[in-house]
């Protein structure tokens, strides 16, 4: 902050705020205390005609006037012709507000925090505040949040007549104060009156943004139904608990993807988790694989929180560790999973099973004389023979040995983590297809156990397993069939899919392959994107969210589809417009482009010369230069791209329009 002999402050949204997101939500509360006064029926309805009828009530105060500004009183002068009963016998409507405002106003602690260094500096401290409260009523209010002291000067529109916005405020400060315009520095969150009207006069200016609606804040203000004030009345209250939590907490990058995008998901789809589990009469949920790591820390802390009677336990395991325990044969029906793998080389298949390349190296070429350890199994004819290689006799005996050892030890794994014990359990996860889910419910049933499996996902697409294969599954969202209409909100159809998962995947350690007889989990040995530090910083500030705003994202859970709609709108919102300063935190993430996790890549790849000039060659040239390359998430290459490589891209593009529209039409 510049120094100078005298500082200043905007009053509202400034100083003080509301726990409301905008002013004309005080309207609204109004309007409901009038209704249910005058005994109407529909009292949401009358509360949105009543903040219409405050807000033309001011307009018109302000036409009769002769002056800048008018007063509160005036106001509801105007107001009363416009209700359609007047008003109740004995209600003052000026007091009803100004009640209100009192009970809503809270202080702004970094603003406080401000003044109270000014102060100890020996800077005189004036509030300057174009409202139509009286200078009393505002002097009252700074002085209940500890920010008035006697001394200090105040002015106001509405006792001086004049505004900030026109300047003539300002002008009146400095005429009365008796000082140069270069010795005042006034700061205020309102662009035209705050800052370029005091910078006209020469007066130094400082514009305060904090109490603005701010990313998840500002996504619901933008998004909300029409009708709906229950999102406005969240974003109020997450604007309210940020503010007092503001300089309590270091937020760094992690901390700005927690607050866009993460909190608002994790919380509310625990939140949909939690409700169907108590609906179920479930009483311990096992969240699978890395996809719901955070999600169940963050899970733990709701429930801690709330004193739920639900034991949340993560369980370390994914396809690829259970797909080998569970197996019944060793056909192509029975192990479809084989085949997905990228680059399907003999040692990267019999991987999967267990089986090393050199312990039937020599039973392979017996069939395939001329075979090359790094040749993929590219044609069908390749497959056949892999299959029919896995019937004979030596090979058969081995993938049966392994098979009995895998299941034993996975046994001992999901007894020891409480899975087969007589307690009403589901499992959590991303979705999509049941996969996972059906591969524990055959793994029970190969063990002997009575399990009834259930679980609760984010989405379920079509072509997804049956409840007959694998058990019960509730989705917040279902994919459409393709002949049908799909809402707007069904995420599931969309192409983010993969990014979804990456984006919840955060997780401390690499994916699951298995587990060993003394009950460890083997790990791939991958890296995971993070280092203990940086997932330290997702979780720590994930539990400082759920903290400051998980009661308040409550309101926001309606009916699945309400609930899913929102999710929908947040996702595909984020990933068209991502924020650069979430996409920083997101450097460091690697991805796999397989289930196999035998590629990673980054998540997000910024677009890079050679192929730049790659679009400018010729065919014949392009085709040997750089190939190019598919990139996951587009928007956030392009945002992530020097400026100079997107203007050249920008470039590029033009010239190639032009040169399509400037041809002869044949």
């Known amino acids: 902050m510049k120094q100078t002999s005298c500082v200043s402050f905007d009053v509202f949204d400034t100083c003080l705020i509301r726990k409301v997101v905008a002013p004309s939500e005080v309207f609204r509360l109004l309007g409901r205390q009038l209704a249910i006064l005058l005994g109407e029926r529909d009292v949401e309805g009358f509360a949105n005609d009543f903040i219409a009828w405050r807000l033309e009530a001011y307009n018109r105060a302000i036409q009769r006037s002769t002056h800048e500004e008018v007063r509160l009183e005036e106001v509801w002068t105007a107001l009363r012709p416009m209700l359609p009963t007047g008003l109740p016998s004995g209600w003052d409507g000026t007091a009803a507000e100004l009640e209100l405002e009192s009970m809503l106003l809270g202080v702004v602690p970094e603003i406080q925090k401000r003044i109270a260094q000014c102060r100890a500096h020996g800077q005189r401290i004036l509030f300057i505040s174009d409202t139509y409260f009286s200078g009393e009523f505002i002097r009252r209010k700074l002085a209940a949040h500890d920010l008035w002291q006697t001394g200090d000067g105040l002015y106001v529109s509405s006792d001086m007549r004049l505004t900030k916005r026109t300047g003539r405020l300002f002008k009146h400060v400095l005429e009365t104060e008796k000082i140069n315009a270069e010795n005042l520095l006034h700061t205020g969150d309102n662009p035209a009156a705050d800052y370029d009207a005091p910078r006209r006069l020469g007066i130094n200016a400082e514009l305060y943004s904090g109490t603005q609606p701010q990313g998840f804040e500002q996504f619901l203000m933008k998004n909300r139904p029409p009708g709906d004030c229950a999102w406005s009345d969240a974003a109020g ?80 395991t994914s396809r690829q560790a259970i797909f080998l325990p569970s197996m019944e044969g060793c056909t192509p029906e029975q192990m479809p999973w084989l085949s997905t793998i990228a680059a399907p080389t003999l040692p990267a298949v019999l991987g999967k099973l267990d089986l090393a390349y050199a312990d039937v190296k020599s039973h ?132 983010r899919i993969s990014l979804v998962e990456h984006l919840v995947g955060i997780a401390d350690h690499p994916s699951v392959t298995g587990y060993r007889a003394n009950g460890e989990v083997e790990y791939n040995g991958g890296r995971t994107g993070l280092t203990p530090a940086l997932f330290g910083d997702f979780e720590t500030a994930l539990h ?11 309101g926001l859970a309606g009916t699945d589809a309400a609930t899913c709609e929102l999710l929908s709108k947040l996702l595909n919102t984020f990933f068209a417009e991502p924020s650069t300063e979430c996409l920083s935190a997101l450097l460091q993430f690697s991805v796999y482009d397989d289930q196999n996790n035998l590629e990673s890549r980054k998540l997000i790849e910024p677009y890079q010369w050679p192929e730049i000039v790659r679009t400018c060659l010729p065919s014949r040239l392009a085709r040997h230069w750089h190939e190019p390359q598919w990139r996951l998430w587009p928007e956030a290459s392009w945002k992530m791209t020097g400026v100079a490589k997107r203007l050249a891209i920008r470039c590029i593009r033009m010239a190639k329009q032009a040169r399509l529209v400037s041809r002869p039409v044949n």
């Open 237 to 316: 209250q997450l604007r309210w608990n940020r503010l007092k939590a503001e300089g309590n907490s270091s937020r760094g990058a992690a901390g700005v993807l927690v607050d866009e995008i993460l909190g608002p998901l994790l919380c509310l789809w625990t939140g949909w988790i939690l409700q169907q589990a108590q609906k179920d009469g479930v009483q311990r949920l096992f969240f699978v694989a890395r996809d719901t790591r955070l999600l169940w820390s963050v899970a733990c802390r709701i429930v801690k929180r709330r004193g739920l009677p639900v034991d949340c336990r993560y369980l370390y």
């Open 544 to 554: 400082e969210y759920v903290d400051r705003h998980a009661d308040d994202l409550a």
């Open 364 to 495: 392979w070429l017996a069939r395939k004389p001329h075979w090359d350890e790094q040749q993929l199994l590219s044609t069908k004819s390749d497959w056949q023979e892999f299959w029919g290689f896995l019937q004979t006799p030596v090979v058969r005996e081995k993938i049966a040995s392994n098979i009995q050892r895998r299941r034993q030890d996975a046994c001992d794994f999901f007894s020891r983590a409480g899975f087969f014990d007589q307690c009403p359990s589901a499992l959590v996860d991303v979705g999509w297809h049941l996969t996972t889910q059906m591969e524990l419910s055959r793994l029970c049933q190969l063990l002997g156990k009575d399990v009834i499996l259930r679980g609760y996902y984010l989405g379920l697409r079509q072509g997804r397993y049956g409840f007959g294969e694998a058990g019960i599954a509730r989705a917040l969202c279902w994919q459409q069939p393709h002949d049908q209409l799909s809402p707007a909100y069904s995420f599931c159809e969309t192409n």
